[in-house]
Each structure stands twice: as C-alpha cells, then as structure tokens.
C-alpha cells in the first residue's frame, strides 16, 4: 500500500510548540517569525500586531502587553506547592513528561537527576527557594549557586561574574548588588506563574509579578521585566520619529504580502510534519549563518531528509513505498514553488522588522551587564533577547536575533539534562 506525502509527513513527531500546548508546560517559546508557519494567516496577524505594540510602548503603556528580557539561565526550574498534595516541590521541564519528575526531597533529586550538575543545583534550590513562599507555581531560569561565582577584571573594572550558559552575567565588584550576589547561595530569574487544580491541567501566565515574594539573603530572585524608560516594570523603549516610521513601513509590507500568501499558509500550518520540516530546515541555515530560506534550498533540505530516511529501512518494498512518498512530496513542493517563495520572503521580512525592534529594546537600561568569553577576553554582548506578552490570553512570543545568540546556541554543548 502506498502512502501520501502528508501522511509521510503526519507519522513524524510534533514540533515542541504543539508538545507544549498538549502538555501545559512552556518548554519552548515560538518565535515571533515562526508564527505563520504555525497558526497561517493568524500568525501573520499576531507577528504584525505583537512587534506594533513594542513600538506603541514608547508612546504611551498598554498594561495588556508587556516586554520582558529573555535571560541566558540555565537550567529551568519549576518550583511551588503541588495542588495535588500541597507539598514544596523543584523540578525541571520533566514536571510536564507524561511520568512528570517531581522532587520534594534530596533523595527524588538523586533518583531523578542523578548528573553531577544539575543534581547539585536542584538540591540547592529545594533548600533554599522554600523560604521565597511562592504562591502556586512559578518558573524561572537558574542564574548561579555560589561555586559559579567569580571575581574578573572586564575592560579595566572589577566584576563579579557568573556564567550560566552562553552569556556572562556581571555587575561591578564594588556595587551593593554584588554585595547581594556575593551573599546569596543562588541566584534565579523568574518569568513564569502556573495555575490549576493538578500538574497536568497547569495553564501558564507569563510575567509574573513577584513583589510578593519573601526577602531571603540566600536567594537572589529577579524577575524579567523590561525595565523600561516609564520606569521599573514598565514596557517602554526609546525610539525617534524616523525609527518608529521605518518599523511601521516595515509592517504595512508584512500585511501586504500576508494577504498575498494567506491562504497557502492556511494550508501549510494544517500539516504538523511540513510545518516542522520548514522549522528544521529554517534552523539549519541559522546553525550556518544563512540569513534566509528560499525554495531551492528546502528541496534540497527535503531531498536529503527522504534519502536519510529511505536508507535506514531493511527491505526493498520498503524503501520504495519511502522514496515514492518522498517524490510526491518533493514534487508537490515544487509545483507550488511561486507559494513557496513568497513565503521564505514573508518570513524574512518579519525576521528583519524583528531585528529592527530588538535593536531599539537594546537601548533600554538592562539590570544586568552582560558578555561573551573566548579564549580569556570578553566583548560586551546584548541580552540574549526579548520576549512580548500579551497578558490577556496570555500569549507570547520571543524576538532574538538568531544569526547572533541562536547560532551560538545551537552550537554549545549542553550542560543539563532533564
């Protein structure tokens, strides 16, 4: 029996976002340029109004929205009371697996996560995050414990540092921060709160606020928010005349060529495994610095893909039954070719209005100073990007400029394992 390019392509997994819509976690945040591949005609929408509400925040405050910086943490710790039991809990993003990892004690940590690292961390912060009385659940990034503390000359000037991940985290050695830091047994940016009844009817809320939470001299606890030019917390930005104009052109394009292209992503984002294959090949070029997709090169990509895929299976009757569903896909793509163009320059076109606003965010007063290492030097480095939140359905989605911190991302070993 033979099979159709899309159920070739429907037998493959989903992508993260639909895993973190089934499970209720936020395990992965979906960029604001991915947005049409995923949701159609909808996604466009929300792209164009999502990066227009940045720019109107310079203007005037819309408490719907808010802008919060996406810290370089690492790992993600879920902490709280279980509703189900009442109990203090850590965990990582394995609270969400279909058997969730769940640790009230040193010893579910050692169960759990016995990795050297991460099981330290988690016991530090089963120790210490109690004291915070969260309400509920929250989730946040680990900044530091205080063996990842350092004391480093950058540009002249005294610093304590720490490295969770790819960027270093700084602050001047002879400021009260450091002070606080230096005192601290860990350090976590919170940016997420959970409500319901059970782990596994969790609903997220991004941009918490934690002003709530207990003052603790062995957690330093921050939470995300952009702190803005209308103040600590608010979602501000500075931004001229001419900047805000070149942004809104850039918009108008979007809807213009959205319209144009509408219906085909309709039909595109309706097919799970295309939608992660335009993602997969997407993230590849970001890997090898490629700024944008075309048509040729997702063929290519496609090409490869059912080659791979054809030369794993044993019996002949097979690979052929593969390589004919391949072909039918290889050549439904490029009978819509012309679609297919317009979509790669929509989404380019989204990415470089994204790129246009991350660079007007940078401008805004960070609460930490932040660096990248190589080879003993640091060079300054912008925050690892932004995050827009729509606080009525609680939706959001992340600007980050993929050619610079993704790439570098994707490309360092991971530390943690869930």
Not at 119 to 147: P, Y
Not at 214 to 224: H, L, M, T, Y
Not at 234 to 262: F, H, R
Request: charged residues 25%.
């Amino acid at each position: 029996m033979t099979i159709s390019f899309s159920d070739y392509l429907e037998s493959k997994t989903l992508n993260e976002a639909a895993r973190e819509k089934a499970t209720g976690g936020v395990t992965h945040l979906e960029h604001i340029e991915d947005a049409l591949l995923l949701h159609g005609s909808e996604g466009i929408e929300d792209a164009i109004e999502y990066l227009r509400k940045v720019v109107e925040f310079a203007a005037n405050a819309d408490n719907s929205f808010c802008v919060t910086t996406k810290f370089d943490g690492s790992p993600a710790v879920v902490t709280g009371i279980n509703p189900e039991n009442g109990k203090f809990f850590v965990a990582t993003k394995a609270l969400f697996n279909k058997e969730p990892k769940i640790n009230y004690t040193a010893k579910d940590v050692d169960r759990n996560h016995p990795d050297g690292g991460l099981n330290s961390k988690l016991k530090v912060a089963l120790q210490h995050l109690k004291g915070l009385g969260i309400r509920g659940i929250m989730q946040g990034d680990f900044l530091f414990t205080t063996e990842d503390l350092k004391t480093e000359t950058v540009e002249g000037r005294r610093y304590v540092t720490f490295r969770p991940n790819t960027l270093t985290y700084a602050v001047p050695a002879d400021s009260d921060l450091a002070k606080e830091i230096q005192g601290a047994k860990m350090g976590i940016v919170f940016h997420t709160k959970y409500t319901g009844n059970s782990i596994a009817t969790l609903a997220p809320a991004f941009a918490p606020d934690i002003s709530y939470l207990k003052k603790s001299k062995s957690v330093w606890a921050i939470d995300a928010n952009l702190q803005g030019s209308g103040g600590v917390g608010t979602c501000g930005m500075p931004i001229n005349s001419l900047q805000k104009k070149e942004i809104e052109l850039q918009l108008s394009a979007i809807s213009k060529k959205g319209k144009a292209v509408a219906k085909f992503l309709d039909s595109v984002s309706k097919i799970s495994g295309l939608v992660v294959e335009i993602m997969t090949y997407m993230n590849q070029n970001v890997r090898q610095g490629v700024d944008r997709g075309s048509t040729t090169g997702f063929l290519k990509h496609l090409a490869q893909k059912v080659q791979r895929d054809v030369d794993k299976l044993k019996t002949s009757a097979a690979r052929e039954k593969k390589s004919a569903a391949g072909k039918l896909l290889i050549d439904s793509v490029k009978s819509k070719s012309t679609q297919y163009d317009r979509l790669f320059d929509l989404y380019h076109l989204i990415s470089t209005t994204k790129l246009l606003v991350i660079e007007r965010l940078r401008q805004t007063k960070m609460k930490l100073d932040a660096f990248t290492q190589e080879d003993g030097r640091f060079s300054a480095a912008p925050p690892e990007g932004f995050v827009v939140v729509n606080r009525k359905n609680n939706q959001a989605f992340k600007l980050v400029d993929r050619l610079d911190f993704s790439r570098k991302n994707f490309n360092l070993p991971k530390n943690w394992k869930t």
